[in-house]
């Protein structure tokens, strides 16, 4: 029955995420413009980038002792949920992490022309001090 119930309440936590992340990407949306990157390509190179980062299983959540108690994505306790740990050591639900930085890829203003040397590709931080995310590509 408590394994019912966590399943369960991973699965109410991550439909919450879900509508979270469209609730701002729809609002964004009305007040932005058209914004980068929007092929599929670069979409799905950025998702791979971000399945390489580390999932840590529940059991091994609480066992790790991370330093954070809540996802400050869905601001959910971790729980028993499948839960990624950044480098500078804050800890985020996997799938909200997964969702918020392609959420935030979404937003990335397509450079001007062909010769505007000025732009760069967006870069995988975290949510919460902006360090950066290394990650293999």
């Known amino acids: 029955m408590q394994l019912f119930s966590s399943i369960l309440a991973c699965r109410v936590l991550r439909l919450a995420c879900w509508l979270g992340l469209l609730t701002a990407a729809f609002r ?3 007040t932005s413009p058209r914004l980068f990157p929007k092929t599929k ?3 799905r190179k950025y998702s ?3 399945q390489r980062l580390e999932h840590v299983a529940p059991e091994k959540s609480a066992a790790v002792g991370t330093k954070d108690e809540n996802c400050v994505i869905c601001l959910e306790s971790l729980g028993h ?8 050591g804050h800890t985020f639900h996997s799938i909200c992490l997964d969702n918020w930085l392609i959420h935030v890829f979404s937003f990335f203003k397509a450079p001007q022309s062909l010769l505007d040397i000025s ?3 967006p870069v995988l931080t975290c949510p919460i001090c902006k360090h950066s995310i290394p990650v293999v590509g």
């Open 28 to 30: 964004r949306r009305r």
């Open 48 to 50: 791979k980038l971000i």
């Open 81 to 88: 949920c499948m839960v990624r740990t950044v480098p500078c």
């Open 41 to 43: 390509a670069l979409k």
């Open 119 to 121: 732009w760069s590709p």
